[in-house]
């Protein structure tokens, strides 16, 4: 019988068709060289005796995966022009040892990074020692003679950026080198937020952690909002007459922001509010609709650039219903004028936007590209005269990379603030991201949110 070691060995190449599983364990015996080679793979309980039980097997494999990883950036060292090679290379190198595995390294880092217990406990020193290792060796292979902690601090901010990376190439491949670039380009920066280097094993821990949420179980949100698009948020009490249901079809179109209902299940929320002195109508023409969209966009502190598009009109559900329906990929309805009994209308503004995106605990900023549109129904003159409320709704989604989507609804109405009437407009936020960066983003949008929404009345000044 081969060795255990020897048969790890045979059994990587395996991984790209059988997994990280118990059975490219046990067809490795078929990879031995002539003579050596079994006719049969190997027994479960001769995997076992070998390798370890149930999943310790499993690990065992996708630990021996790991090891030769690091072997593998050493082909930078001997393809490199230079001596030696730059980081750059190194780390673009081990991007590429993980491309015919891509598919099954989700499991594979959440199995690994989880106990054993039926509670799926997060267990840090495997995270930290794959990103450490690969650090290590890309330091020796550029010759770092960094010394004491300077000699940390390098390895936790290689460490740092290669996890990003590597995490991005899970959700991205075709951009994971591009990223990576952009990261390596502001090290310097890096270099300097990392001085604690705690904050380095905090990020590998978080990241992780999103892979085992994924694998394990989503977030789900556990309330429900219901709202709506115009001025009648019980347009579907049944207890209505269908009399009533005609004469406030024209006033309002209901939306339904129960997340179930959304074209995305959400994995981050926030909801926020500013009194804006100001008429309803006036807030209206500024924040419901596109009149101001471009002052409205560049009050966020993460927009650097807007482009305005066409605006054009959309059908939206039976009586204006419109669960899980996306602005964004809805088409254009065609011409014809609304007919009584015919799918509700809503105009559209359509959008692009470039932000700066902190990652890395904000010390880096990636620049993303951004699609959206506002959707909005033109309110009733009794409407606008009323007190509310009335609704617009925002969507947008990065193009490539970074895999974000986002739903915000705006309501506005009329309040009574010490004798004094004031408008306040109110924007439920809802997102999704990447699951090993779900906790950044969640809490960048959630402050981003509080901070752009609190400068609304700016435009009123």
């Given at each position: 019988m081969a060795s255990s070691t020897k048969l790890l060995k045979l059994a990587i190449p395996l991984v790209r068709t059988h997994g990280f599983s118990r059975e490219a364990l046990a067809r490795s015996v078929l990879e031995l060289p002539a003579g050596e080679a079994h006719s049969e793979p190997l027994s479960d309980s001769a995997v076992s005796s070998l390798f370890g039980e149930g999943d310790k097997a499993r690990k065992t494999l996708i630990e021996a995966w790991m090891v030769d990883g690091v072997r593998y950036m050493q082909k930078a060292e001997a393809e490199s022009t230079s001596a030696p090679p730059t980081l750059r290379d190194v780390l673009r190198t081990r991007l590429q040892y993980n491309e015919p595995v891509l598919a099954q390294l989700p499991e594979a880092f959440a199995l690994l990074a989880t106990t054993s217990s039926k509670f799926h406990f997060a267990d840090p020193l495997p995270a930290l020692y794959h990103a450490g290792r690969i650090a290590d060796e890309a330091c020796y292979a550029v010759g770092d003679k960094?010394?004491?902690?300077?000699?940390?601090?390098?390895?936790?901010?290689?460490?740092?950026v290669y996890t990003a990376a590597e995490l991005h190439q899970l959700v991205?491949?075709?951009?994971?080198?591009?990223?990576?670039?952009?990261?390596?380009?502001?090290s310097a920066t890096l270099s300097n937020s990392l001085g604690e280097v705690s904050l380095f094993s905090s990020y590998i821990l978080k990241s992780w952690?999103?892979?085992?949420?994924?694998?394990?179980?989503?977030?789900?949100?556990?309330?429900?909002?219901?709202?709506?698009?115009?001025t009648c948020p019980s347009l579907y009490n049944h207890h209505h007459s269908t009399a009533n249901r005609t004469r406030?079809?024209?006033?309002?179109?209901?939306?339904?922001?129960?997340?179930?209902?959304?074209?995305?299940?959400?994995?981050?929320?926030?909801?926020?509010?500013?009194l804006i002195d100001a008429t309803l109508s006036a807030v209206w023409e500024k924040l419901g609709t596109a009149a101001a969209h471009t002052d409205v966009c560049k009050l966020s502190s993460l927009c650097t650039k807007i482009d305005i598009g066409e605006e054009d009109v959309v059908e939206l559900g039976p009586e204006g219903k419109v669960e899980g329906l996306s602005f964004l990929k809805k088409e254009i309805a065609a011409a014809g004028d609304q007919a009584e009994g015919k799918k509700a209308r809503a105009r559209r503004q359509n959008f692009s936007l470039e932000e700066a995106v902190p990652v890395l605990f904000g010390a880096i900023k990636s620049k993303v590209n951004i699609l959206g549109t506002l959707t909005w129904v033109d309110p009733t003159p009794e409407a606008l005269a009323s007190s509310g409320p009335l609704y617009s709704v925002y969507e947008s989604e990065v193009v490539g990379g970074l895999a974000i989507q986002i739903y915000r609804l705006r309501e506005m109405r009329v309040v009574d603030e010490g004798g004094k009437q004031l408008t306040r407009i109110t924007e439920s936020?809802?997102?999704?991201?990447?699951?090993?960066?779900?906790?950044?983003?969640?809490?960048?949008?959630?402050?981003?949110?509080?901070?752009?929404?609190?400068?609304y009345p700016e435009l009123f000044n």
């Open positions: 960094s010394l004491h902690l300077s000699w940390y601090t390098k390895r936790a901010s290689i460490a740092s991205s491949p075709n951009t994971a080198y591009a990223f990576l670039d952009s990261l390596l380009d502001k952690q999103g892979i085992i949420k994924k694998r394990y179980g989503s977030f789900r949100l556990g309330f429900m909002l219901k709202s709506a698009i115009g406030t079809r024209a006033q309002a179109l209901e939306f339904n922001m129960d997340p179930a209902s959304l074209p995305f299940t959400p994995n981050f929320s926030a909801k926020h509010s500013a936020l809802y997102g999704v991201g990447p699951g090993y960066l779900n906790w950044l983003i969640a809490k960048e949008a959630v402050e981003k949110h509080k901070m752009h929404v609190g400068r």
